[in-house]
């Protein structure tokens, strides 16, 4: 199981920034997948999560200015992030789980499947 981010770089705040995320190598369809970043200092957080089903879950920082969506076909995760804003500043991370808790699935504990990450860096 491969999982493989794009799409980071810098941006000014409020800007915008699309990142992507391929999968390849599962069989079937995970569970739940995701986006979480890590910021020096900090743990990681759940930023976005969408299950097989299409249902949704985002952190409270990035409600109403992230979106997430998954493409089952193309096996491609994809997080919309606008109005950027600098402590949005962080490594962000793609995610799979095969853990099936019929619940969307918030902890990073909780995924079994990790992408080495794509650096977002937003300045003032």
């Known amino acids: 199981v491969q999982l493989m981010e794009s799409g980071g770089g810098s941006v000014q705040a409020g800007g915008s920034l699309q990142l992507t995320c391929t999968v390849s190598g599962f069989t079937g369809s995970p569970s739940c997948m995701g986006w979480f970043r890590q910021a020096p200092g900090k743990e990681r957080e759940g930023v976005a999560i969408i299950d097989r089903d299409g249902s949704t879950y985002y952190g409270d920082r990035v409600k109403g200015r992230f979106t997430i969506s998954r493409d089952n076909a193309k096996n491609t995760l994809y997080l919309q992030m606008n109005n950027l804003k600098p402590e949005d500043t962080a490594m962000y991370y793609c995610?799979?789980?095969?853990?099936?808790?019929?619940?969307?699935?918030?902890?990073?504990?909780?995924?079994?499947?990790w992408g080495p990450g794509t650096q977002v860096t937003v300045s003032s």
């Open positions: 995610a799979a789980s095969t853990f099936d808790m019929g619940r969307l699935l918030t902890a990073p504990s909780e995924y079994n499947h």
